[in-house]
């Protein structure tokens, strides 16, 4: 059984920065695929981020690209987000999630992801 982890939400004010964590583990292959989702109440979760362990590419939505990067540890099983520039819109409850590394869908589809955290909230004050 794979648990995921978050770690490091918490209040900003508007233009500063947050970095989240996320810890994956629990399966004998070490490393994931690892993405990251925000959601708002009566909105869809919406996928911000991701990056492959196999090839270090990184993807992001538009409503973040340029502000936000993520990035992962050696070990590839840990994956972080880093947020500038924050924005009121921003906030938002923020999950990681987690696949198996050549696992396929495409890096933003939620249903892709098998694995999921419990969230963590960031809080953006203009």
């Known amino acids: 059984q794979v648990q995921v982890e978050e770690s490091g939400g918490g209040s900003v004010q508007a233009g500063g920065s947050l970095r989240l964590s996320c810890a994956a583990s629990g399966d004998k292959y070490g490393a994931y695929f690892m993405g990251w989702f925000r959601q708002t109440p009566g909105k869809e979760r919406e996928g911000i981020g991701a990056?492959?362990?196999?090839?270090?590419?990184?993807y992001y939505s538009d409503s973040v690209k340029g502000r936000f990067t993520v990035s992962m540890n050696n070990n590839k099983n840990t994956l972080y987000l880093e947020m500038n520039s924050l924005k009121s819109e921003d906030s938002a409850t923020y999950y990681c999630?987690?696949?198996?590394?050549?696992?396929?869908?495409?890096?933003?589809?939620?249903?892709?992801?098998?694995?999921w955290g419990q969230g963590t909230q960031v809080t953006v004050s203009s």
């Open positions: 990056m492959s362990p196999l090839t270090d590419n990184t």
């Open positions: 999630a987690a696949r198996q590394p050549r696992a396929g869908g495409l890096w933003h589809d939620k249903e892709s992801y098998p694995y």
